[in-house]
């Protein structure tokens, strides 16, 4: 059975910096791509970040590049969502997914499996 569990959200200042977390178990972490994936209330589910099975490939937003950034431990089949700079607009449920293609796409229909989310509040 395929788990992944968001961690780290929480209530920021804007300005302000948070890390989330994502464990994975039940599959081939290694070789998955992984991506992050926001929704703001009453807002259509958007593309964060995205890292390849080797992390030889990174993709982010518009509106997150030189702010977040994504990485991963393969061996703790982990995969990080570092938020800096966070603004009132960043506010939303986080969520990661996983995609065994290892594409590190933008597009949620890659990814097959998803976490619940962990929320993200930034104050301003």
């Known amino acids: 059975q395929v788990q992944l569990v968001e961690s780290g959200g929480g209530l920021v200042q804007a300005g302000g910096s948070l890390r989330l977390s994502c464990a994975a178990s039940g599959l081939t972490f290694s070789r998955c791509a992984m991506g992050w994936f926001r929704q703001a209330p009453g807002k259509e589910r958007q593309f964060v970040a995205a890292i390849t099975w080797g992390s030889s490939t990174t993709n982010y937003a518009d509106s997150v590049k030189g702010r977040f950034t994504i990485s991963r431990d393969n061996a703790k089949n982990t995969v990080y969502l570092q938020m800096n700079s966070l603004k009132p607009e960043d506010t939303a449920v986080y969520y990661c997914?996983?995609?065994?293609?290892?594409?590190?796409?933008?597009?949620?229909?890659?990814?097959?499996?998803w976490g619940q989310g962990t929320q993200v509040t930034v104050s301003s």
């Open positions: 997914a996983s995609d065994w293609r290892g594409f590190g796409s933008s597009r949620e229909y890659d990814y097959e499996y």
